[in-house]
């Protein structure tokens, strides 16, 4: 619909904006001021308006005997003119005040403007007559103007005029005269809109257009452009395309209605609040709400009136009011969808932005751009706050200093886009210097160093950190096991598990189904085209086991694959690489230097421009826009071509000819005419030098009754370009007619000769040709027409062409094309011009030509020798392809045997590696060029021809061929027509063969190159290159992915915005590759200004700001982190195999029967400087230590991965040191020592002779003076190495307490694993120090308990000196800020009295984690010195004296720097250590939680068991006691009274016996 509309306009803007034939008035752009408008409309406007109304009157009135049709008018013969109105608003005027009272009165309030699409105050709003007029008359309103909203333009009010076409040209100028004399172009004009409404029957498609003219106090005027267009059959369901595109509106409707029921169960379910926190669902919520607004309205729409009732006699009635009304209803449609349109154009790049934030929940990779942008938003917000606030200084500082001098800054937001523009590359140091020559110059310097250097700098410098922050969580997240699934194959998870999963599955039922019937079909196929066995010939399938052929093989490859990891088999391949790198080099070489010499470079440009710029190179040319332009083009391009003739006389006796500038005649033998361009290319054929083809368009009946009122007729012809395709089948299929209602068949245009002036050198025969058939532009049928060999033949048919209508819409399309050879180079050029006339009346031009050799092997001059030279190439080059059809069969041989021993399938385990695929496109496109070389080698006409003046030497078309094409005999006059269309026919297929054959070299040679970058990849040197590509294919892959649907959903709402009124948005693929040259740089805003500058700024801001600034730095930011983390490894790698190969090499002693070998190879001494254990002799010169390299004085490193153990303490090392390990070997790993120059020996020398005075110390002494080291002291006294000795020599007291602690365990019944750990600690395990080790580091490590458990007296701190929690004051000094100088020259410390301190201090839980770290990173560089060597300089290197002044202070600055990262590795190992304190507490405290919740049950039971037993007891003391007293009244009655059953039955008795 946008490319339609586009169409449209753009002819409306051909028609209006260019030059009206045979009318000299004023243009649009020559309009200054108000009494310029009516001029224009009077003249230029109306011939624009009238210039196709007589012929399209007198055609449709010839179609139809309708009466309604007299006086339409078209644009661009198939959009017809509607209605048209002219609305006028004026400024109102008031009084000047102050001094200039007798000044004449000036415009009301208080704008420098009065836009027309708004209703003002300060208005004009009285009535305007034309002077004279009596208003007690009828005919008064034919000359007054009311103000009035409703006629006028989007009902903004105004004085209107409607005027119908229909009327004529006379009526119009009589109501624009009226317009005037009634002072509705006077100097109170504010603006002026022309609009009018225009209908094309092929499209279906309405447009409402307006030229809005603006004018303001300062006498400036403002054109702009407005274009509408809708579609009043879109609802029509009896058309197809319309049909589906309901059924598709309301599948979107259904679709829509689930998800919002999805987001209302969501809200629902998880509370509003809560669902709205989420991530991404406020923007689901506005897409699928926006997204029904959106169809909703669509229905809305459908109910206005207008697009079910409109009639086009509505417009075309005697009642004004009626017309104005449905004029009104049309317009205020048009304004409708314009609205809707940027609903549309939102809901789009809403839909855009939910769709990436579902997509990158996909995959990690997917959302990585989203995520960058939310990690970098808080400071990207506040850089934005900064940048804005700059730019709006930049902004008004350029509109204050270059407004007035240069356009592209004479608004604020022009401002706003030009600086944009600006930061996107666009250079305008120009127009600024000219704008001011001081300013000019200084802004653009400042800018650019501010924002361009700086500004921006920043800004990608936030992105990478945003970027390195979630890249870092990637990977760390995979790390933990955190693996992205492939977005393709969770996708079909999902599908399979939701209501599609049920089709999925019958379906594959279905398939399964299927593949069982045709199993025995697919089966074959395999086994001949694939080398698969069937099933039941395979062992494995009866057996499930494999076969033995497979597992032979696969044993074969195992092997093999060993094999190759050895270095012989890694130094092989590297020669295979330099040997396929030098072919490649070679094949390459040869491929370039035969397509430099074959295709000769610029002197087949030059060629091709000579014969072609003549005729297109002319402003003719760029102005044509219908057929009327094409048949003046013709006249002076295509007659030009003829304008230097020359003649070519043959000698009848000698046999040569000559040229001479006489008249000559074709149809004399001895001589021939030939058309000169650029005087060395000529025209050569007999009869043509011009060949014209014609696709005649097919008109029918339009039957629609609701449309056929509007249109009587409609073209049938294909939309497509008639000029590549054949369009003639329409003819047979259709009743055809031409515009003017004749009918068109192959009957009507049966050959014919046209009736021309001059004589032709053949008949001039008009005629149809049907496709295949000779004549016609590359026998796609139509009319030919042959314009001759000369001047006047060629103009005298142009001119009969034109008076039978031709150079009209009754063609569709035309091609003028012509052969020319240039004997200086040796090539033949065929040039081509294509017209081709769409539906919407837009006219489409191009010109191509092709320039190619017919002599290969001889003639051509001094081309000779490169056409011999290009013959040796095309040789080599067929060698070393042969070669690369051999590689490719080696190796496909090898995927086969694969496939064979794997059991895999062929073509999925060979084309699924990229390099498989780009060798067999590469092979492909070398075996297509040569091929299609060798098809223009040997074509039978290259080979024949021959061009010869000489009518006894010239070619004959075969005899064959001849009656192939039905061609009549040689001596009939039209044989010689013929000919030449044979001729062009062939020159034809030769240039699309030659240009067949550039397009497979150019593709070849692309090809070709990466082809060598594969085999150049696989150098050392470049294999970093092609493992970043390599390793970041993958997020390559996702971010364009990304990139490529945002700037879809981008595209996607410019499309719709302004599609309509610029050509560079027309259709979806020019608007993505707008916007690609945008990326780029180059950009051209004009037409997207010029309709809205706001929405045009704000869209190319954030295009730029997003995409040029933020996507491409990220995509930059991916490539940097791959290509570092490759870099880093690299070296990595390469230092430590320089390492392994220079300065370590391992010998392996076999000492399961003794240690002969090992004290036979080699002897070993211990130097007394380093205390290292050097090599002393090599005992066996052919020894494993000699085999290996060794020599006296290498250093012993390690033993069985030991580094001093050893040797510690040890005089016979390799008796007593060297111990076997469990398997029996002594594994030695010795290390080169380090090579020092003469000087540096001189020098170390110099130092050493510097002795101390005391030099007579005897040995203690000099021991108690050495200082701690790394190497002598520290690694020996770490917290694990104390660790590990107290744990294999465990003290008496620790063993005692061991005991205890085993006792308190056995009494306790739930501490039962305590227990059988310590009953495997046993002295006699040899796994108890390892156990105790284990133990004491946990208990270290993650507890604040040394041995993991609190003892019996952990409360009281005073006897607690075990708990680590507590750092000891000596194990954590208060240090100065800055370490002294004493400590940085170790004045006064001794490694004797440093051990002796060291041994005492208790070892705490932070020391551990620090030397767990240290360990660490030194096993993880497989070096035990790593950061010592890291950390140390050249300047650190000893001198033999105590360092002093400038040398101290050095010293003392790099030992504080030190300081600091020792004291980050300490902050590091303590936050890890409470970390897991903290864990512990939690631990315990959750632990403690659950005791006192038992405890507290047991406690509650206790009581009401307690309780129970106190009731027991009081009731069983009560009884005893009643018990007691009884037994006593028993025994004796003293006692009796004790009792309480007798002291009551006493008490009863009492008043008995006092009453009686």
């Given at each position: 619909s946008s490319q339609i509309s586009n169409e449209m306009y753009r002819t409306i803007n051909t028609a209006l904006f260019g030059e009206a034939p045979g009318v000299y008035g004023p243009s649009l752009e020559d309009i200054n001021d108000h009494s310029d408008v009516p001029a224009w409309l009077q003249t230029t406007f109306l011939e624009s308006l009238f210039g196709e109304g007589s012929q399209t009157q007198v055609d449709w009135a010839n179609f139809s005997e309708n009466k309604s049709y007299e006086g339409a008018v078209t644009i661009g013969s198939f959009n017809r003119i509607l209605l048209v109105r002219v609305t006028c608003k004026h400024w109102d005027s008031s009084a000047t005040l102050g001094g200039l009272v007798t000044a004449p009165k000036r415009l009301a309030g208080g704008k420098e403007a009065l836009s027309a699409l708004d209703l003002h105050p300060e208005e004009d709003k009285s009535q305007r007559c034309v002077a004279g007029t009596n208003l007690s008359t009828a005919d008064w309103q034919d000359s007054c103007f009311d103000w009035d909203t409703g006629l006028s333009y989007d009902s903004s009010g105004g004085f209107s005029m409607l005027y119908n076409p229909m009327e004529g040209r006379d009526n119009f100028t009589a109501k624009l005269q009226v317009m005037q004399n009634a002072s509705l172009f006077d100097v109170s004009l504010s603006s002026v809109v022309v609009d009018f409404m225009v209908y094309n029957i092929n499209q279906d498609m309405f447009l409402h257009y307006a030229l809005v003219f603006t004018f303001d106090f300062a006498g400036n005027v403002e054109l702009k452009k407005e274009a509408r267009a809708f579609n009043l059959n879109v609802f029509n369901k009896n058309v197809s395309k319309y049909l589906i595109l309901f059924v598709l509106k309301l599948v979107c409707l259904g679709m829509l209605a689930m998800f919002l029921l999805l987001e209302l169960w969501h809200m629902y379910d998880s509370g509003i609040q809560v669902h709205f926190r989420r991530s991404g669902s406020v923007t689901e919520m506005v897409s699928i709400l926006i997204?029904?607004?959106?169809?909703?309205?669509?229905?809305?729409?459908?109910?206005?009136?207008?697009?079910?009732?409109?009639?086009?006699?509505?417009?075309?009635?005697?009642?004004?009011?009626?017309?104005?009304?449905?004029?009104?209803?049309?317009?205020?449609?048009?304004?409708t969808v314009q609205v809707h349109s940027y609903f549309i154009a939102i809901n789009l790049a809403v839909v855009s932005l939910r769709t990436m934030m579902l997509v990158g929940r996909l995959h990690s990779d997917l959302g990585l751009v989203l995520e960058v942008i939310a990690v970098s938003s808080p400071s990207m917000i506040a850089f934005s706050v900064m940048f804005m606030t700059l730019q709006l200084g930049f902004v008004f500082m350029g509109f204050l200093a270059f407004g007035a001098g240069y356009t592209g800054m004479e608004s604020i937001s022009l401002c706003f886009y030009e600086n944009f523009a600006m930061l996107a590359g666009k250079e305008n140091f120009n127009q600024l210097e000219a704008a001011d020559p001081i300013l000019g110059p200084l802004f653009y310097c400042v800018f650019f160093i501010g924002f361009y250097m700086v500004m921006i700098n920043i800004f990608v410098t936030l992105l990478m950190n945003g970027y390195d922050i979630v890249d870092f969580d990637i990977k760390k997240r995979r790390d933990l096991g955190e693996q992205d699934r492939n977005p393709f194959v969770l996708l079909y998870t999902e599908l399979k598990s939701d209501a599609v999963g049920g089709l999925i599955k019958y379906g594959s039922t279905v398939l399964k189904l299927a593949g069982r019937c045709f199993a025995p079909i697919i089966v074959s196929i395999k086994a001949c085209f694939f080398c698969q066995l069937p099933s039941f010939l395979d062992s494995r399938s009866r057996t499930g086991k494999p076969s033995q052929a497979s597992v032979a093989m696969r044993s074969a490859n195992e092997k093999k694959g060993e094999i190759m990891t050895t270095q012989a088999?890694?130094?092989?391949?590297?020669?295979?690489?330099?040997?396929?790198?030098?072919?490649?080099?070679?094949?390459?070489?040869?491929?370039?230097?035969?397509?430099?010499?074959?295709?000769?470079?610029?002197?087949?440009?030059?060629?091709?421009?000579?014969?072609?710029?003549?005729?297109?190179?002319?402003?003719?040319?760029?102005?044509?826009?219908?057929?009327?332009?094409?048949?003046?083009?013709?006249?002076?391009?295509?007659?030009?071509?003829?304008?230097?003739?020359?003649?070519?006389?043959?000698?009848?006796?000698?046999?040569?000819?000559?040229?001479?500038?006489?008249?000559?005649?074709n149809a004399n033998d001895s001589q021939q005419i030939l058309n000169q361009l650029n005087t060395w290319n000529v025209g050569f054929l007999n009869t043509t030098f011009v060949r014209l083809t014609i696709q005649p368009a097919c008109y029918v009946r339009n039957l629609d009754p609701r449309w056929g009122a509007g249109f009587p007729i409609m073209r049938q012809t294909l939309e497509e370009e008639c000029s590549s395709q054949s369009c003639i089948d329409t003819l047979l299929e259709y009743e055809c007619y031409t515009p003017d209602g004749k009918l068109l068949n192959s009957e009507t245009l049966a050959g014919q000769e046209m009736?021309?002036?001059?004589?032709?050198?053949?008949?001039?025969?008009?005629?149809?040709?049907?496709?295949?058939?000779?004549?016609?532009?590359?026998?796609?049928g139509g009319i030919a027409v042959s314009l001759g060999v000369t001047k006047e033949q060629c103009q005298d048919v142009l001119r009969w062409l034109s008076q039978e209508g031709w150079f009209s819409h009754s063609s569709a399309s035309m091609v003028f094309d012509w052969i020319t050879y240039n004997g200086n180079t040796d090539m033949f050029t065929h040039s081509v011009v294509e017209f081709n006339l769409k539906s919407t009346g837009i006219m489409t031009t191009s010109a191509s030509a092709s320039s190619f050799p017919l002599n290969v092997d001889a003639g051509g001059g001094f081309y000779l020798e490169s056409r011999i030279m290009c013959l040796i190439l095309m040789a080599s080059y067929v060698c070393l392809l042969l070669y690369h059809i051999v590689e490719?069969?080696?190796?496909?041989?090898?995927?086969?045997?694969?496939?064979?021993?794997?059991?895999?399938?062929?073509?999925?385990?060979?084309?699924?590696?990229?390099?498989?695929?780009?060798?067999?496109?590469?092979?492909?496109?070398?075996?297509?060029?040569?091929?299609?070389?060798?098809?223009?080698?040997?074509?039978?006409?290259?080979?024949?021809?021959?061009?010869?003046?000489?009518?006894?030497?010239?070619?004959?078309?075969?005899?064959?061929?001849?009656?192939?094409?039905?061609?009549?005999?040689?001596?009939?006059?039209?044989?010689?027509?013929?000919?030449?269309?044979?001729?062009?026919?062939?020159?034809?297929?030769?240039?699309?063969?030659?240009?067949?054959?550039?397009?497979?070299?150019?593709?070849?040679?692309?090809?070709?190159?990466?082809?060598?970058?594969?085999?150049?990849?696989?150098?050392?040197?470049?294999?970093?290159?092609a493992a970043t590509l390599s390793n970041g294919k993958a997020r390559i892959g996702y971010f364009l992915f990304v990139i490529n649907q945002l700037m879809m959903g981008f595209g996607l709402t410019i499309l719709v915005i302004f599609g309509t009124k610029d050509m560079q948005f027309s259709t979806l693929v020019d608007t993505l590759g707008t916007l690609n040259s945008w990326l780029c740089g180059t950009f051209n805003l004009d037409a997207l200004l010029e309709d809205n500058t706001g929405i045009a700024v704000l869209i190319f801001a954030l295009f730029i700001g997003i995409f040029r600034f933020a996507?491409?730095?990220?995509?930059?930011?991916?490539?940097?982190?791959?290509?570092?983390?490759?870099?880093?490894?690299?070296?990595?790698?390469?230092?430590?195999?320089?390492?392994?190969?220079?300065?370590?090499?391992?010998?392996?002693?076999?000492?399961?029967?003794?240690?002969?070998?090992?004290?036979?190879?080699?002897?070993?001494?211990?130097?007394?400087?380093?205390?290292?254990?050097?090599?002393?002799?090599?005992?066996?010169?052919?020894?494993?230590?000699?085999?290996?390299?060794?020599?006296?004085?290498?250093?012993?490193?390690?033993?069985?991965?030991?580094?001093?153990?050893?040797?510690?303490?040890?005089?016979?090392?390799?008796?007593?040191?060297?111990?076997?390990?469990?398997?029996?070997f002594i594994r030695i790993i010795f290390q080169e020592p380090q090579k020092r120059l003469l000087l540096n020996r001189c020098l170390k020398a110099c130092m050493l002779s510097r002795k101390s005075k005391d030099k007579n110390t005897g040995s203690e002494t000099a021991a108690s003076n050495m200082k701690p080291t790394v190497r002598n002291f520290w690694k020996r006294h770490g917290a694990i190495a104390e660790i590990e000795l107290l744990t294999r020599n465990p003290p008496e007291e620790e063993e005692a307490g061991g005991t205890v602690q085993?006792?308190?365990?056995?009494?306790?019944?739930?501490?039962?694993?305590?227990?059988?750990?310590?009953?495997?600690?046993?002295?006699?395990?040899?796994?108890?120090?390892?156990?105790?080790?284990?133990?004491?580091?946990?208990?270290?490590?993650?507890?604040?308990?040394?041995?993991?458990?609190?003892?019996?007296?952990?409360?009281?701190?005073?006897?607690?000196?075990?708990?680590?929690?507590?750092?000891?004051?000596?194990?954590?000094?208060?240090?100065?800020?800055?370490?002294?100088?004493?400590?940085?020259?170790?004045?006064?410390?001794?490694?004797?009295?440093?051990?002796?301190?060291?041994?005492?201090?208790?070892?705490?839980?932070?020391?551990?984690?620090?030397?767990?770290?240290?360990?660490?990173?030194?096993?993880?560089?497989?070096?035990?010195?790593?950061?010592?060597?890291?950390?140390?300089?050249?300047?650190?290197?000893?001198?033999?004296?105590?360092?002093?002044?400038?040398?101290?202070?050095?010293?003392?600055?790099?030992?504080?720097?030190?300081?600091?990262?020792?004291?980050?590795?300490?902050?590091?190992?303590?936050?890890?250590?409470?970390?897991?304190?903290?864990?512990?507490?939690?631990?315990?405290?959750?632990?403690?939680?659950n005791q006192n919740t038992v405890l507290h049950d047991y406690v509650c039971e206790l009581e009401k068991e307690f309780t129970a037993i106190s009731g027991k007891i009081h009731e069983y003391r009560t009884k005893k006691e009643l018990m007691l007293t009884k037994l006593a009244g028993l025994l004796d009655n003293e006692y009796s009274r004790m009792d309480p059953a007798t002291q009551e039955a006493a008490n009863d008795a009492a008043p008995e016996q006092a009453g009686s």
């Open positions: 997204s029904l607004i959106v169809l909703l309205t669509y229905w809305w729409i459908e109910s206005i009136p207008a697009y079910t009732n409109f009639k086009f006699e509505d417009l075309e009635g005697d009642n004004p009011d009626l017309i104005a009304q449905a004029y009104g209803e049309l317009c205020s449609i048009a304004l088999q890694m130094d092989e391949k590297l020669r295979k690489t330099k040997i396929e790198f030098a072919t490649m080099v070679v094949f390459m070489a040869v491929w370039t230097s035969f397509l430099a010499l074959q295709s000769r470079g610029f002197l087949t440009y030059y060629s091709m421009q000579a014969t072609l710029g003549l005729a297109t190179d002319t402003k003719t040319f760029e102005r044509i826009s219908d057929f009327r332009d094409v048949e003046t083009w013709a006249d002076e391009s295509i007659v030009g071509l003829y304008s230097s003739p020359i003649c070519a006389t043959t000698d009848n006796e000698t046999g040569e000819y000559a040229l001479r500038d006489t008249q000559c005649s009736n021309l002036t001059v004589e032709m050198p053949a008949p001039a025969v008009f005629g149809l040709v049907q496709p295949g058939e000779l004549g016609p532009f590359r026998e796609l490719m069969g080696k190796t496909i041989q090898d995927e086969l045997a694969r496939c064979l021993a794997t059991d895999t399938n062929f073509i999925t385990g060979f084309f699924t590696q990229f390099w498989n695929v780009v060798d067999s496109l590469s092979l492909s496109f070398s075996v297509a060029t040569f091929v299609i070389f060798m098809m223009y080698i040997f074509d039978s006409f290259r080979v024949e021809y021959w061009l010869s003046m000489d009518d006894q030497n010239k070619y004959v078309v075969p005899n064959d061929l001849a009656k192939q094409y039905d061609m009549e005999l040689a001596i009939e006059p039209i044989r010689y027509l013929e000919d030449d269309w044979y001729f062009f026919m062939e020159f034809e297929n030769l240039s699309s063969l030659y240009d067949a054959f550039k397009l497979s070299s150019a593709m070849n040679s692309i090809f070709i190159a990466v082809k060598t970058i594969k085999i150049v990849n696989r150098l050392p040197f470049m294999k970093i290159f996507l491409v730095n990220i995509f930059l930011a991916t490539q940097l982190n791959t290509f570092a983390y490759n870099a880093g490894q690299r070296d990595i790698a390469l230092a430590k195999q320089q390492r392994k190969e220079t300065a370590v090499r391992l010998v392996e002693y076999n000492c399961k029967e003794g240690k002969d070998i090992l004290k036979g190879d080699i002897a070993v001494m211990r130097r007394e400087a380093d205390d290292e254990v050097i090599v002393s002799d090599i005992l066996d010169p052919v020894g494993l230590a000699a085999k290996a390299g060794i020599q006296p004085g290498f250093i012993v490193f390690k033993v069985n991965r030991q580094r001093d153990e050893w040797r510690k303490g040890i005089d016979d090392i390799i008796e007593e040191g060297m111990i076997p390990d469990k398997e029996g085993t006792d308190d365990l056995d009494d306790e019944d739930e501490d039962t694993k305590a227990k059988d750990a310590l009953e495997k600690d046993d002295p006699k395990n040899p796994k108890a120090p390892r156990i105790r080790a284990k133990r004491r580091l946990d208990g270290l490590l993650f507890s604040r308990w040394a041995h993991s458990k609190p003892p019996k007296d952990s409360l009281d701190e005073k006897t607690n000196s075990t708990a680590s929690i507590f750092i000891p004051e000596s194990a954590n000094p208060v240090e100065p800020d800055e370490l002294a100088h004493a400590d940085i020259k170790q004045e006064g410390w001794d490694i004797y009295e440093m051990q002796d301190r060291v041994e005492h201090l208790p070892i705490s839980g932070q020391e551990v984690w620090l030397d767990c770290l240290v360990s660490s990173v030194e096993v993880q560089s497989g070096d035990d010195s790593m950061i010592a060597d890291l950390l140390r300089t050249t300047g650190m290197q000893a001198t033999g004296n105590e360092p002093t002044g400038p040398q101290l202070d050095r010293l003392v600055r790099f030992y504080r720097r030190i300081d600091e990262v020792l004291k980050i590795l300490e902050s590091k190992s303590s936050k890890m250590y409470y970390q897991y304190l903290q864990l512990e507490s939690l631990h315990r405290q959750e632990q403690l939680r």
